[in-house]
Every structure is written in C-alpha cells, then in structure tokens.
C-alpha cells in the first residue's frame, strides 16, 4: 500500500495540533486555579488555618460529583480544584487524540499501545475521581 492510498496527517501536523492542544489545556487549567484563588481569598481571608493537623478528606472535594456541586455555588476551592482536573486531564486528552490519528493512519500497532497507556492512566485514577 503506497502513501498516496492512505488517508493521513503529516508528522508536523500532529505535532502542531497536539502542542497546542497542551498548551491550551495547561493554559486553561492556569486561568480556572487563578480565578478560583482569586475568589477564595476573596471569601475566606480571614480564615484561620491550623497547620499542624493535615485532614486530606477535610475539604470534601475528593470527587468529581463534589467538585461539579461546588462549581454551582461558586466556591473557590471547587474552582481551584476542577482546575486541577483539567489540568491531569490534559494529558488523557493528548493520549486519546494520538490513538485517533494512530487510527487515521491506519498505524494499529501504536493504536493498541495508546488504549493500553489510556488504560493504565484511567484505573490509576478511577479510585480517586469517583471515590
């Protein structure tokens, strides 16, 4: 099968896409972190805060369903947080837009590579994202 048969992107391409790709994901996850410490602050400057005991559970923001209710109420701490969603999943973006180029061109090895990487990605956060 020659080149000419084949229906795909050119190697610089995809670089560009995926560099950009990345760039605005990261770029984007810096702006929501921003605006969300901005409005914490706002809100909770006169909070008192005791460094002595670390409680990881404490704030309640341990899942996504418990970030999504405190983006509806505009809470800083969800708005920091969902930004740091964004930023982990920047890159599960990345994998998954290379399996579909891998699969435009026609390239099934580095497919399946790419779904096997996705996977592990996937149940290494499973536990922490729904939990």
Known sequence: MSKGDKNFFADKDIQVILGTLLRVGVI??????????????????????DYSNFDAGKSGLSSIASILHGLKTMDGAAIIQFGTVLLIF?????????????????????????????????YSLSDKLVG
Do not use: Q
């Open 28 to 49: 984007a996850a810096m702006s929501v972190v921003l605006v969300g410490g901005f409005i914490y602050l706002f809100f909770n400057h006169n909070a008192s805060v």
């Open 90 to 122: 920047t890159p599960i973006a990345r994998v998954v837009f290379s399996v579909f180029s891998f699969l435009i061109e026609r390239d099934y090895l580095y497919v399946l590579i790419g779904l096997f990487v996705l996977c592990i990605i996937l």
